[in-house]
C-alpha cells in the first residue's frame, strides 16, 4: 500500500490550496481515506475522510471550508481547502485503513490507520 500526497504550499490567509492522495497497491474501494494533519509538539488531527462508499465527513475545523472527494478511476483523493487560516498550517497527511462499520467513530483516531503518507506541509501566513 502507497499513499502519496501532493499540493501543499504557502498561501495568505484566505486563501485556497488543493492538496491530492495517490493511493495504490490495495482494493481503493474498500478503505476509509482521511487527511490528517500535524504541527509541532501536537498529536495528528483528523480533518476530513471518505469512507469506502463515499460519505465525506468533517472535522468542525473544516466544517464549510474544506471538501474531500475521491476520484476512483485514478485512485486519488483530493481535499480542497478554501478560506484558509493560519491555524490551518501543518504537515497533511492522507491515512487508509478499513474500519468497516467502525467508522464514524473511529476515522478521527491516527492509531487506527496502518497506511499513510508522508506528507506535505501547508503554511497560511
Known amino acids: 500500500v502507497q499513499l502519496v500526497e501532493s499540493g501543499g504550499g504557502s498561501v495568505q490567509a484566505g486563501g485556497s490550496l488543493r492538496l491530492s492522495c495517490d493511493a495504490s497497491?490495495?482494493?481503493?474501494?474498500?478503505?476509509?481515506m482521511t487527511w490528517f494533519r500535524q504541527v509541532p509538539g501536537k498529536e495528528r488531527e483528523a480533518v476530513a475522510a471518505?469512507?469506502?462508499?463515499?460519505?465525506?465527513t468533517y472535522a468542525d475545523s473544516a466544517k464549510g471550508r474544506f471538501t474531500i472527494s475521491e476520484d476512483t478511476m485514478k485512485n486519488t483523493v483530493p481535499l480542497q481547502m478554501n478560506s484558509l487560516k493560519p491555524l490551518d498550517r501543518g504537515i497533511y497527511y492522507c491515512?487508509?485503513?478499513?474500519?468497516?462499520?467502525?467508522?464514524?467513530?473511529?476515522?478521527?483516531?491516527?492509531?487506527?490507520?496502518?497506511?499513510w503518507g508522508q506528507g506535505t506541509q501547508v503554511t497560511v501566513s
Open positions: 471518505i469512507d469506502s462508499d463515499g460519505t465525506p
Open positions: 497497491g490495495y482494493k481503493y474501494r474498500g478503505y476509509c
Open positions: 491515512a487508509a485503513e478499513d474500519l468497516g462499520s467502525r467508522w464514524p467513530e473511529a476515522w478521527k483516531y491516527a492509531s487506527r490507520y496502518r497506511y
